[in-house]
Every structure is written in C-alpha cells, then in structure tokens.
C-alpha cells in the first residue's frame, strides 16, 4: 500500500468582520388568520424576488400554535437563507383568542451555509414582539429594511436593473472561479467549513447554530455515527419532531458541517459534481415535497447546486409527520423524542430508520468511540480554556474550569442533559473517567448492534494465546481515537488563521470547534485509507498490464446505475464482473478506518462509500482469520 500523506487540517475563516450583519434580500410579516389561513401582511424585497406562496408555509410550521416564540431557519429558491421569528400572544375573541405572527428575513446563501442568519435573530424578534401589541405599526419594519436592505456593491448599477441583486452576484462568482473537479466553487470561506480548531480569542455569536452541537452529541449518543455515515454518504436525512423547531435545524447544521469534505481530499476523489457539502433544507413541509424528492445519490445529480458542491443528498427537519409516510422522499428517517421524554426516568433515544422501515443501530466500536470522545472533549476543554457565549441550551461539555455551570435555561427538546447526569465527570484531576448515566451500557442496548460471537471468541482467543499480555485492541482503539483531537493547538494555525485572529473575525472555538476537527479528521482518516487502497490496486493492475496480463476496467459511475442504492448494494454496469475489478477490502483496513471489522453495516458502509465516490465495486472480507504456523485455527 503506498505510503500515507499528512493532509491539512486549516479553519475555513469568514472573511467578514465577526460583527458585521449580513444584508438582507426581503424582509416580511407573515400572520396566521382563523378565516383565510397564511398570509403576508407586509413585505419589501429585492427587485426581482418573489416570495409570496412560499415564505409565508415556511416560516409558521405546523405545530406552532403550541409555543410561545419560535426561530425557524428555511431554504428558499435554493438561493436565499431564510429565518423566521415566530411570537404568539393573547388576541380577540375573533382571532380565537390568539394572535401568530412571524417576521422574517431572506439573505443570499453567498454568506455562508446559513447566509449568517442567527445574526439578525435578536433584532428580529424585537420587531416580532413590538407587532404583537399592534400588527399594523409597521414603521420599525420599514427602518429596519432601510438599515439592513441588500446594497450591490457596484454603485453604478441601476436598482431595478437586477444586475446587482445577489443571485446575479452569486452567478458571477460561480462562473469566475473552478474547483478541482473541474467544477465552478465560489463560497466564501465560512465558519460552517472548519476543520479545525480555530485561534484562541475568537467567539461565536450567542444565537450560533453550532452553540448546539453539544446538545446535538448528547441527543444521538452513539447514533451520531450511524448518522454521520448516512450524511457522508449524501442520502436524504430528514429528522420528524416537535415544536419548536429551532433545535431541530441546528441539528441539521450540526449535520451538515460535520460531514462535509475538508479541501485536501477534493482531489483525491474522482466523483463529479463533488459533493463536497451535505446540503441543508433546514425546516420543510408538505409544500417542499418536489425538493425533497430530488437529491438521491441514486439519482442523476441536481444541477443548480452542483457548483456549490451540494449535488447529492439533503438534511432536513419537519413536524409534518404525513412526510414520513412517504418514503420515496427520503433515504434516512430519525424520529426525535417527544417533549415528555425528557421526564422519563431513562434516556429516550431517537429512532432512526432505512426505508422500508429497516432499524438502523450503532456498532459496538461507535460506542466506544462515543464514551472516548465525549471524555477527550472534557480533556481538549481543559487544556484549551476558551470564553464561550452563553447560549440558551445547556452546555454538555462546559465549563473548562472545574466548575459547575449556571446555566439552567431548558433545551427547546428537553432530553437529560450531561451537564445534569454528571458532575464528577467534570473533574479530570484524577486519570479515571467517571461516565454518566448516558454511558451506561444497559441504557445503550436498545440503540447498539449486539456483540457477535465471533467477535468475542476472537477477543477471547487473542487474550488466551498471548497469556493475556498482548495489548487489547480496545487499547490501540481508544489511542487512535484520542489522535483525531491531538495537536488543535495554534502551533496548526496557517498564517490566514493567524491574521483573521488579529482582525477578531469570530468562529466555533473550545467544545464546538474540537468537535468539528474530529469528524473532519475522521472523514480524511477514512476516505484517505479507501483511496490508498484504490490507488494500489491502480498499480497493480497497471503492472498486470505491463506483464501481458488483462487490465481490469473500473465500472464508471456514469456505467454503475450512478453509484450505491440505499439498501447498501452497490450498483454496477456488469454484475457479471471479473474477479479483479473487485477492490478487495481487507478487516485490517476496516479496523485502519476506525471503522469495525465485525459489523456487518460498517462492511455495507465502506462497500457504498468506494461505489458512491469512485464508481467501484468493492468487497470486504470477514474479520477474524487466525493461523498458526500455516494452519487457520479461527
């Protein structure tokens, strides 16, 4: 196999100043009448954009009559961010005794995943609650419009001309600027592309989707993985919950960011468009059902989005259960808790589900690398000291300093928090990790893959026959697992990180950031190992050549039925394939990916991920093969 490369694991800074609000392409007042149902009482926009019959059903979700406010993120013409601040106050007997109301903002995608959006979300709701004691005072709307409205930069472009409106700003960056596939990629650098820890100093905005991420790892426990396999593999994730909804679209965020492609394996995979970015929808409905039914990875890619390396696959949320009753609009279903199961005596886990209604669980080794990681970010916390924002979830992983926090605002989905179920977990003064009730193993059961036999008479025979002083394997797996969160010091800073530092532009520090940095290691770790594995049967094959013998030809996923189906079989031109064109897969290499070499949905995993990105077949072999001078004895 050929020798590994160190990869580049640099932060993706913004390029605008940390306090710099993003302009806005429409600003609207959406209401909810008992006689003519949505409607938009009041609205400005750019020339050009046309946001009636569409932001009106997005920003009032279904169930938000049973909540006092609300902030709803939403996707519109696959070009603008929108959100939505959603207050609901007493009314006349005529409005039912209540009165709904949102307002809302669309800003171009060009400022990042979100469009920055969470940096209006103050404001916005001030102006919500101000038009909740009269909807027809509207002045506070139109100041705000003229202080936030979008400005082209070219001052000599005629206001109605449309030249200068952010879609036609964003063509044009698109058209100037290509990717290494060939592709045009023009996003700016943002926060929501980090891939390590940013320099100390900088903070995140109090209403940042990523102050959640700690909520987002203590909801899924060990199903983060299964998850994050699911996004990595582009197929369309829609989560199915309650009102409010804005936890449920920084979980989305939180999906998203997590597994998107860092920079230095756009060349190294041959799939185009690459996906390099799980496309988030944010907060969807019935109205969205045509999007929802585009973006499979077994589909042709979509088009529009190809460019922004979103081609394939989507992360959504909804409380429109009737969609998850269609399962051609989705590949991935997780249902989140209801709100009452954050009074259940033990943990209430979210249920996630392949169609047609397969259970999906996490493995053995997922666990594992769950109650590590969950301890070395308590570890990163301590020897990285950051001052984060107070956020209006309870924190999982604060505070740095030993001490208990005073935040006790209850999450919008109020699971058992760990900053809740353990305190000596805090403590790292001493070398022993003390887990939490989330960490109990009979309270995971029901969301792992059971331990296979033949997984236990190996571990079994590996300790007999080395009189039990060989190193456990779960010894080199909790080390390998700690080195994905190894030197996120500054010391990994690039000279751009540095002078963003200097300018205080701000980014996910501490907990978030560290974060962020496992998952993209552990995307580079894996995709990395299947690349070498590929290339050298590239060589193989080009020395078989050599000798006179038949050159395999790799099934092109143009060839391949356009990749892996959702099932976890990989599609190919010929099924009838020759023996070599077959990457070969060993358990070792399973076990080289942090992956485990039991499981049978980590075998299905990599098989897909060598079919989705390379148009290969692949095939990997059972763990477990022992000999002993020549002779197999397991």
Not at 252 to 264: D, E, F, K
Not at 523 to 549: C, F, H, P, Q
Request: include cysteine; proline fraction near 7%; charge should be negative.
């Amino acid at each position: 196999m050929a020798p590994s490369k160190r990869r580049s694991l640099h932060l993706e800074l913004p390029n605008a100043h940390s306090d710099e609000l993003p302009q806005i392409a429409a600003l609207f007042l959406a209401q909810f009448d008992v006689r003519v149902g949505y409607t938009i009482a009041w609205k400005k926009s750019v020339f050009g954009l046309d946001i009636l019959n569409s932001v009106e059903y997005k920003s009032l979700p279904s169930g938000l009559h049973n909540v006092p406010e609300d902030t709803v993120y939403f996707v519109h013409d696959d070009e603008y961010a929108g959100i939505s601040c959603f207050v609901n106050g007493k009314g006349d007997e005529s409005d039912r005794n209540a009165t709904m109301l949102a307002v809302g903002a669309l800003i171009p995608l060009s400022y990042g995943r979100l469009g920055k959006s969470w940096k209006h979300a103050d404001g916005l709701h001030t102006l919500a609650r101000e038009l909740l004691e009269d909807p027809s005072r509207t002045q506070s709307l139109e100041a705000f419009w003229q202080e936030h409205q979008y400005q082209p930069d070219d001052s000599n472009t005629r206001p109605n001309s449309g030249e200068g409106s952010p879609s036609a700003l964003r063509q044009q960056r698109r058209r100037g600027k290509s990717s290494p596939n060939g592709q045009p990629r023009t996003r700016n650098r943002a926060v929501s592309s980090a891939s390590a820890l940013a320099p100390p100093g900088q903070t995140l905005s109090t209403h940042h989707p990523a102050l959640s991420l700690s909520v987002f790892l203590d909801t899924f426990g060990p199903l983060v993985f299964p998850l994050y396999k699911a996004a990595l593999l582009r197929k369309r994730v829609l989560l199915i919950g309650q009102a409010p909804v804005e936890l449920a679209c920084n979980f989305v965020y939180s999906i998203s960011i997590l597994s998107t492609l860092p920079s230095s394996l756009h060349s190294l995979l041959p799939l185009s468009p690459l996906p390099t970015r799980f496309r988030p929808l944010f907060s969807v409905g019935v109205h969205d059902m045509p999007t929802l039914a585009t973006g499979s990875p077994n589909s042709p890619p979509v088009e529009n989005l190809a460019a922004d390396g979103q081609a394939y696959g989507w992360v959504a949320c909804t409380t429109d259960d009737i969609l998850g009753m269609k399962e051609h609009l989705y590949d991935i279903l997780v249902k989140l808790p209801p709100e009452e199961a954050g009074r259940a005596d033990t943990k209430v886990w979210p249920k996630m589900q392949a169609k047609p209604a397969v259970g999906i669980r996490a493995t053995q080794r997922d666990a594992r690398r769950y109650r590590g990681l969950r301890r070395d970010l308590r570890r990163v916390q301590i020897d990285h000291p950051t001052s984060r924002p107070q956020s209006k979830y309870t924190d999982a992983a604060e505070p740095a300093n030993n001490e208990s926090s005073t935040t006790t605002t209850t999450p919008l989905l109020p699971f058992p928090s760990l900053e809740e179920a353990t305190t000596t977990d805090r403590d790292l003064g001493d070398a022993t990790f003390s887990p939490s009730p989330d960490d109990d193993d009979s309270n995971q059961q029901a969301i792992l893959e059971p331990q296979s036999w033949s997984a236990l008479a190996y571990n079994s025979f590996i300790w007999w026959a080395s009189a039990g002083e060989a190193r456990t394997d779960r010894e080199e797996e909790s080390e390998y697992d700690a080195s994905l969160l190894a030197n996120l010091g500054a010391e990994e800073s690039s000279p751009n990180e540095a002078r963003s530092a200097a300018r205080g532009e701000g980014g996910p520090v501490g907990y978030e950031m560290a974060l962020i940095a496992y998952f993209h290691r552990f995307t580079v770790l894996i995709l990395s190992t299947l690349g070498e594995i590929i290339d050298d049967d590239a060589e193989k094959a080009s020395s078989s050549s050599r000798d006179g013998s038949p050159s395999p030809s790799p099934s092109r996923r143009e060839n391949a039925g356009e990749g892996s189906g959702n099932g976890g079989e990989v599609a190919v031109a010929d099924d009838e394939e020759e023996e070599g064109e077959i990457i070969e897969i060993t358990s070792d290499d399973v076990t080289k990916m942090g992956l485990d070499p039991w499981s049978e949905s980590d075998r299905l995993f990599v098989e897909e991920l060598v079919g989705f990105y390379w148009g290969r077949r692949a095939r990997v072999r059972a763990a477990g093969n022992v000999e002993c001078c020549g002779v197999r004895v397991f």
